[in-house]
């Protein structure tokens, strides 16, 4: 993965059509970050410490096709961008095989669980990346967050 300096300077507006529905939200949107800005809809979204919108600190991407939010030609560009060997359709034993065992597993309802991984990027940059997936829709969102980023 690319290095935290990369990261922070990534912008979703960069991978979508310039009439694209985005929503800039400056503070107070809730995420791993804790308390953040954001910009992009519902479950996709870039999102920064409140105090420094200059830095992208969590991507989340929504693959679901029923709320549209990040077609796979958009979510690939995006993963390839920060040098994340995946995609949108691989299985959960596709993601272990590349990313390895999942640090942490965890049953969010009935239907999807979530695999966190910890990812060493470039330049010392380590990222938390959490997987999501369906028993009945398969790979259905990931989150990647700047290890250095996280509230305690």
């Known amino acids: 993965m690319i290095a935290y300096k990369e990261f922070s300077k990534l912008n979703i507006r960069k991978f979508y059509p310039k009439d694209a529905d985005l929503c800039l939200i400056d503070n107070g949107f809730e995420c791993a970050l804790g308390s953040a800005g954001c910009d992009g809809f519902a479950f996709t979204y870039f999102a920064w410490p409140e105090n420094d919108p200059q830095k992208t600190g969590e991507i989340s991407l929504d693959f679901r096709d029923e709320y549209a939010e990040c077609p796979p030609r958009i979510a690939q560009q995006i993963l390839d961008a920060v040098k994340l060997p ?51 829709l398969g790979f259905t969102g990931i989150q990647i967050v700047r290890e250095d980023l996280l509230e305690s």
């Open 86 to 136: 995946i995609h949108s359709k691989m299985t959960k034993q596709d993601v272990v095989r590349i990313l390895g065992e999942p640090k942490q597993h965890s049953i969010l309802n009935d239907d999807i669980a979530v695999y966190e991984y910890r990812v060493q990027g470039e330049l010392e940059s380590i990222y938390k990346v959490l997987c999501y997936f369906s028993a009945t």
